[in-house]
Protein backbone atom coordinates (compact mmCIF):
# COMPACT_ATOMS: atom_id res chain seq x y z
CA UNK A 1 0.00 0.00 0.00
CA UNK A 2 1.70 3.34 -1.12
CA UNK A 3 0.30 5.26 1.66
CA UNK A 4 1.06 3.37 4.27
CA UNK A 5 5.08 3.59 3.08
CA UNK A 6 4.36 7.01 3.72
CA UNK A 7 2.53 6.82 6.64
CA UNK A 8 -0.80 8.40 5.84
CA UNK A 9 -4.31 7.49 7.43
CA UNK A 10 -7.40 7.90 5.76
CA UNK A 11 -8.38 10.77 7.98
CA UNK A 12 -5.80 12.70 6.67
CA UNK A 13 -6.16 15.16 4.45
CA UNK A 14 -5.26 14.75 0.74
CA UNK A 15 -3.68 18.36 -0.26
CA UNK A 16 -4.62 18.78 -3.62
CA UNK A 17 -7.63 16.08 -3.35
CA UNK A 18 -10.22 17.93 -1.55
CA UNK A 19 -10.96 15.61 0.64
CA UNK A 20 -9.44 13.13 3.53
CA UNK A 21 -7.30 10.16 2.01
CA UNK A 22 -10.66 7.72 3.17
CA UNK A 23 -12.94 9.98 1.00
CA UNK A 24 -10.82 10.27 -2.16
CA UNK A 25 -9.59 6.57 -2.59
CA UNK A 26 -13.15 5.27 -1.10
CA UNK A 27 -15.42 7.08 -3.41
CA UNK A 28 -17.76 4.91 -4.89
CA UNK A 29 -17.19 3.83 -8.53
CA UNK A 30 -19.13 5.48 -11.01
CA UNK A 31 -21.93 2.76 -13.23
CA UNK A 32 -22.09 3.10 -16.50
CA UNK A 33 -24.71 0.73 -16.81
CA UNK A 34 -28.16 2.90 -17.77
CA UNK A 35 -26.51 5.04 -19.51
CA UNK A 36 -24.64 2.27 -22.27
CA UNK A 37 -27.47 0.12 -22.35
CA UNK A 38 -29.25 3.39 -23.49
CA UNK A 39 -26.60 3.87 -25.78
CA UNK A 40 -26.77 0.59 -27.59
CA UNK A 41 -30.30 1.18 -27.69
CA UNK A 42 -30.24 4.31 -29.83
CA UNK A 43 -27.16 3.04 -32.00
CA UNK A 44 -26.26 -0.43 -34.31
CA UNK A 45 -22.73 0.67 -34.24
CA UNK A 46 -21.92 -0.24 -30.45
CA UNK A 47 -19.22 -3.74 -31.29
CA UNK A 48 -17.41 -4.09 -28.00
CA UNK A 49 -17.67 -2.75 -24.30
CA UNK A 50 -14.96 -3.48 -21.83
CA UNK A 51 -15.30 -1.99 -18.32
CA UNK A 52 -11.95 -1.15 -17.04
CA UNK A 53 -11.03 -3.02 -14.05
CA UNK A 54 -8.04 -4.33 -12.42
CA UNK A 55 -5.46 -5.64 -14.54
CA UNK A 56 -5.46 -2.13 -16.35
CA UNK A 57 -6.30 -0.48 -19.67
CA UNK A 58 -4.52 -2.68 -22.27
CA UNK A 59 -5.53 -5.98 -20.86
CA UNK A 60 -9.01 -5.35 -20.83
CA UNK A 61 -9.60 -3.63 -24.11
CA UNK A 62 -7.91 -6.72 -25.75
CA UNK A 63 -10.35 -8.82 -24.56
CA UNK A 64 -12.97 -7.73 -26.05
CA UNK A 65 -11.66 -7.11 -29.63
CA UNK A 66 -11.12 -9.64 -32.34
CA UNK A 67 -8.19 -11.96 -32.49
CA UNK A 68 -6.73 -10.34 -35.61
CA UNK A 69 -7.52 -6.76 -34.41
CA UNK A 70 -5.05 -4.32 -32.76
CA UNK A 71 -5.28 -0.67 -31.30
CA UNK A 72 -3.09 1.80 -30.16
CA UNK A 73 -4.25 3.80 -27.20
CA UNK A 74 -3.00 7.13 -27.10
CA UNK A 75 -2.44 8.56 -23.67
CA UNK A 76 -2.37 12.15 -24.90
CA UNK A 77 -6.16 11.98 -25.68
CA UNK A 78 -6.51 12.46 -21.80
CA UNK A 79 -4.97 13.45 -18.67
CA UNK A 80 -5.07 10.81 -16.00
CA UNK A 81 -6.86 12.67 -12.33
CA UNK A 82 -4.73 13.67 -10.19
CA UNK A 83 -5.44 11.25 -7.49
CA UNK A 84 -3.27 8.71 -9.89
CA UNK A 85 -0.80 11.09 -10.45
CA UNK A 86 -0.35 11.82 -6.67
CA UNK A 87 -0.28 7.89 -5.97
CA UNK A 88 2.20 7.18 -8.87
CA UNK A 89 4.56 10.46 -6.88
CA UNK A 90 3.90 8.90 -3.69
CA UNK A 91 5.41 5.30 -4.90
CA UNK A 92 8.40 6.97 -6.88
CA UNK A 93 6.25 5.58 -9.78
CA UNK A 94 6.30 6.53 -13.81
CA UNK A 95 2.36 6.84 -14.45
CA UNK A 96 2.97 4.17 -17.63
CA UNK A 97 4.21 1.82 -15.15
CA UNK A 98 0.33 1.80 -13.40
CA UNK A 99 -1.19 1.44 -16.57
CA UNK A 100 -1.25 -2.56 -15.92
CA UNK A 101 -3.49 -2.27 -12.68
CA UNK A 102 -4.97 1.02 -12.52
CA UNK A 103 -7.54 2.53 -15.31
CA UNK A 104 -6.30 6.10 -14.54
CA UNK A 105 -9.49 7.63 -14.89
CA UNK A 106 -10.84 5.41 -18.30
CA UNK A 107 -14.07 3.76 -16.24
CA UNK A 108 -15.13 2.00 -19.87
CA UNK A 109 -14.05 1.54 -23.35
CA UNK A 110 -16.62 1.90 -25.83
CA UNK A 111 -15.31 0.01 -29.71
CA UNK A 112 -18.02 2.02 -31.77
CA UNK A 113 -18.67 2.04 -35.60
CA UNK A 114 -16.17 5.23 -36.83
CA UNK A 115 -19.92 7.12 -38.34
CA UNK A 116 -21.67 6.47 -35.01
CA UNK A 117 -18.87 8.08 -33.13
CA UNK A 118 -20.04 11.44 -32.60
CA UNK A 119 -23.70 10.36 -32.19
CA UNK A 120 -22.32 8.07 -28.99
CA UNK A 121 -20.14 11.24 -27.78
CA UNK A 122 -23.25 13.29 -27.98
CA UNK A 123 -25.51 10.41 -26.55
CA UNK A 124 -22.95 9.75 -23.44
CA UNK A 125 -22.64 13.59 -22.82
CA UNK A 126 -26.08 13.63 -22.36
CA UNK A 127 -25.93 11.48 -19.72
CA UNK A 128 -23.14 13.45 -17.75
CA UNK A 129 -20.22 11.42 -19.06
CA UNK A 130 -17.22 12.53 -21.06
CA UNK A 131 -16.24 10.46 -23.89
CA UNK A 132 -13.53 10.80 -26.21
CA UNK A 133 -11.65 8.77 -29.13
CA UNK A 134 -8.79 7.19 -27.57
CA UNK A 135 -7.49 5.22 -30.42
CA UNK A 136 -8.65 3.51 -33.36
CA UNK A 137 -9.34 -0.55 -34.03
CA UNK A 138 -7.34 -1.63 -37.13
CA UNK A 139 -6.91 -5.30 -38.76
CA UNK A 140 -4.27 -7.18 -39.96
CA UNK A 141 -0.57 -7.03 -39.97
CA UNK A 142 0.37 -4.85 -36.64
CA UNK A 143 2.98 -2.63 -36.35
CA UNK A 144 6.89 -3.53 -34.14
CA UNK A 145 6.43 -3.21 -30.48
CA UNK A 146 5.11 -4.86 -27.70
CA UNK A 147 1.16 -5.13 -27.52
CA UNK A 148 -0.97 -6.52 -24.80
CA UNK A 149 -2.70 -9.51 -26.39
CA UNK A 150 -4.55 -12.91 -24.97
CA UNK A 151 -5.45 -11.00 -21.39
CA UNK A 152 -7.10 -12.46 -18.79
CA UNK A 153 -7.66 -15.81 -20.29
CA UNK A 154 -9.45 -14.26 -23.67
CA UNK A 155 -7.00 -15.01 -26.76
CA UNK A 156 -8.75 -11.53 -28.47
CA UNK A 157 -6.79 -8.89 -29.81
CA UNK A 158 -4.14 -6.51 -29.08
CA UNK A 159 -3.11 -3.39 -27.46
CA UNK A 160 -0.18 -1.23 -27.10
CA UNK A 161 -0.16 2.66 -25.03
CA UNK A 162 1.31 5.07 -27.09
CA UNK A 163 2.47 8.82 -26.49
CA UNK A 164 2.69 10.61 -23.54
CA UNK A 165 -0.21 11.51 -21.06
CA UNK A 166 -1.81 15.06 -21.26
CA UNK A 167 -1.20 17.73 -18.53
CA UNK A 168 -4.24 19.28 -16.66
CA UNK A 169 -7.93 17.54 -16.44
CA UNK A 170 -10.36 16.19 -19.37
Do not use: C, M
Not at 14 to 39: F, K, M, Q
Not at 48 to 74: E, F, M, Q, Y
Amino acid sequence: HIGAGRGIQYGDHAADLGGTWGEVLLEPTRLYTTPLLRLIDRLDGVHALSHVTGGGIAANLARVLPRDAWVDVDRSTWSPPPLFRVLADLGSLDLAATEGTWNLGIGFLAVIAAEDADAATSALAADGIASWQVGVVRDGARPEGHFEQGAKGVDGGAVRLIGTYADGAR
